[in-house]
């Protein structure tokens, strides 16, 4: 394991993770989190596992990070800025490589990026690191060439500071973080090879580096089985069509990201991980996991929980030990990265960093 590559990662050092990751076949977890009880889950989770792992704010949870009731009007981009920082400085001592990412960000959302863009640029002249590994842009409701024209152009800023961009073509079905995708037309959650070769051949001229969320049946959320038709020979048909048309030696030239990973059957991962899927997220299913840990601290332990005072030993018994926000946060944070731990097994990268 390269000293170099434990804490935040920059975009060069993430992409040659990735294209190791398409060499040895596995993908690495992309978790969203909000606070530092789910950050320190995930790194908990990783340095077990010997893992590199991907932490990601969406604008919700970035806002969630300085608080819901901070004044300040920009408090998403403040909020990014010290999730982040607090990353930089813990993630050495987790002694894991950690690719630091925002997670969707549509049209409406470019201030965001730009605000944590201009943060991006002040950090790295201070420290010639970037703040963010990777930045996501999602512009796959606009026009193919306007969603990839307007990546292009941030890309080419990103670039200057070691910075990454993943971009989206094809929608993402289901809801999360407020945008509501759930009604879409089903023509729409299946990303054409043209398309991916489009954007591949547009963002290579920048020079920079980028990744790819070809939507191929993914939704947001967890639904009953059934509701989701994952096709991930999407992918498979755009790596071939690009090296064929581009006449590239790599058989996977394509960084793919796999949104929606929640609630996904096993042999649809491991497919699509052989087709170059580098990164999954995951979101609701770690959600889940974290106030389930909460849901059974509180039913194992109901009479201790009704009042300071008085419990099934004693009338005068004090209860502070079960209501310490240490304690059933603890079981949140553990049941978080027990769902983390199985998708390093899933994701087929447990103990990586011994490889590298
Ligand atoms: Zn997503």
């Known amino acids: 394991m390269q000293k170099n590559l434990i804490g935040v990662l920059n975009s060069k050092q993430a992409k040659e993770l990735y294209s190791l990751a398409k060499k040895l076949n596995f993908a690495i977890p992309a978790v969203n989190v909000v606070n530092s009880e789910s950050i320190n889950a995930v790194l908990e989770s990783a340095s077990k596992a010997r893992s590199p792992v991907i932490l990601q704010f969406s604008h919700g949870g970035a806002k969630h990070f300085i608080g819901k009731g901070c004044p300040a009007i920009d408090s998403d981009v403040a909020g990014a800025v010290a999730g982040a920082k607090y990353i930089h400085n813990v993630a050495k001592y987790y002694q894991v490589p950690v690719v630091l990412h925002t997670d ?10 730009d605000g944590l863009l201009k943060e991006g640029e002040r950090y790295f002249k201070h420290t010639g690191k970037p703040l963010f590994t990777s930045h996501m842009l999602d512009l796959s409701v606009q026009p193919l060439e306007e969603n990839v024209a307007i990546c292009v152009d941030y890309l080419e800023r990103f670039k200057k500071i070691d910075l990454s961009i993943e971009i989206e073509l094809g929608i993402t079905g289901g809801e999360e973080d407020g945008v509501d995708n759930t009604h879409i037309d089903n023509s729409l959650l299946y990303t054409q090879p043209s398309d991916v070769q489009y954007a591949y051949e547009k963002l290579s001229q920048t020079d920079g580096n980028f990744t790819i969320a070809a939507s191929f049946g993914n939704v947001h959320g967890v639904y009953k089985p059934g509701n989701v038709k994952l096709t991930p020979k999407i992918l498979k048909n755009s790596q071939e069509f690009i090296k ?36 999954m997220n995951i979101d609701t299913d770690t959600q889940w996991a974290f106030w389930s840990g909460v849901k059974e601290f509180e039913k194992n332990n109901k009479e201790f929980l009704q009042s300071q005072i008085g419990n099934p030993l004693g009338e005068n018994k004090p209860n502070k030990a079960y209501y310490d926000p240490r304690v059933w946060l603890r079981d949140a944070q553990v049941s978080m990265a027990n769902r983390v731990t199985k998708a390093f097994k899933e994701l087929n990268c447990v103990g990586v960093l011994d490889k590298i």
């Open 244 to 279: 064929n048309n581009l006449k590239l030696e790599d058989d996977k030239p394509v960084d793919f990201v796999f949104h929606g990973g929640s609630g996904s059957e096993l042999e649809k991962i491991e497919e699509a991980i052989s087709y170059g899927v580098i990164k």
């Open 104 to 113: 969707h960000a549509n049209k409406k959302l470019l201030p965001w990026i």
